[in-house]
């Protein structure tokens, strides 16, 4: 799986998380001047590596997403609406022609 690309279709294509943030979601680190709210996220480890030339029922990935807000209530919304999007999610995501298997 590549889980940088699915996380980032994933909140991407989320009603609940655009409404809040619309597209300020960054891989790795966002840029100094962004304005709030946004999404930054990193993955930080992919166990097993990527061995097999299909896709796997058995990787597991771990992630560290932060939801930067100026204001408490809208980070908590933010939260909520994020693991919406990442919660119980399998098959295909992303563009035609650029879909990732989660």
Not at 46 to 64: F, H, M, N, Q, Y
């Amino acid at each position: 799986m590549e889980t940088g690309k699915a996380i980032y279709y994933l909140l991407k294509d989320s009603d609940a998380v655009g409404a809040i943030c619309a597209d300020r979601i960054y891989p790795e680190i966002a840029q100094q001047d962004v304005d709030p709210p946004f999404v930054a996220y990193t993955v930080t480890d992919t166990t097993p590596s990527g061995t097999k030339s299909g896709s796997s029922d058995l990787d597991t990935a771990r992630v560290e997403i932060y939801m930067i807000s100026d204001d408490y209530a809208e980070c908590m919304n933010l939260g909520t609406a994020v693991r919406g999007a990442l919660d119980s999610v399998g098959g295909n995501v992303g563009p035609a022609g650029g879909e990732v298997a989660v």
